[in-house]
């Protein structure tokens, strides 16, 4: 039975900084594509960043670049996002992924869509107070 469980969120000031972790069990963790999503209140759930099976190519969307880092170790069956400099539009529920590929065939370098995993964790709650 495959689980997936996020931890790492929490209650941070605009500018601070947090670690969200995500450990994967019952699937071999090496070859599924992973990635990060948030979802705010009453908004969809959008792709935050993903990353390729070897972690060696990822996927930012364009209100993280620069400030989000996404990484993997897949001794540990982990994946990190590092956040940093964050906003109070950061503020959402962080969700957890796995996909063993994509239905095109190749790891999409613009975009994570969420249609595209097939298992979810149950999510980490990070606020960002301004």
């Known amino acids: 039975q495959v689980q997936v469980v996020e931890s790492g969120g929490g209650l941070v000031q605009a500018g601070g900084s947090l670690t969200l972790s995500c450990t994967a069990s019952g699937l071999t963790f090496e070859e599924y594509i992973m990635g990060w999503f948030r979802q705010a209140p009453g908004k969809e759930r959008e792709g935050v960043s993903c990353?390729?099976?070897?972690?060696?190519?990822?996927t930012y969307t364009d209100s993280v670049k620069g400030r989000f880092t996404i990484s993997r170790d897949n001794a540990k069956n982990t994946l990190y996002l590092q956040m940093n400099n964050l906003k109070p539009e950061d503020t959402a529920m962080y969700y957890c992924?796995?996909?063993?590929?994509?239905?095109?065939?190749?790891?999409?370098?613009?975009?994570?869509?969420?249609?595209?995993?097939?298992?979810w964790g149950q999510g980490t709650q990070v606020t960002v107070s301004s």
């Open positions: 992924a796995a996909s063993p590929s994509y239905s095109g065939g190749y790891f999409y370098t613009d975009r994570c869509p969420p249609y595209e995993y097939n298992y």
């Open positions: 990353i390729t099976w070897s972690g060696g190519t990822t």
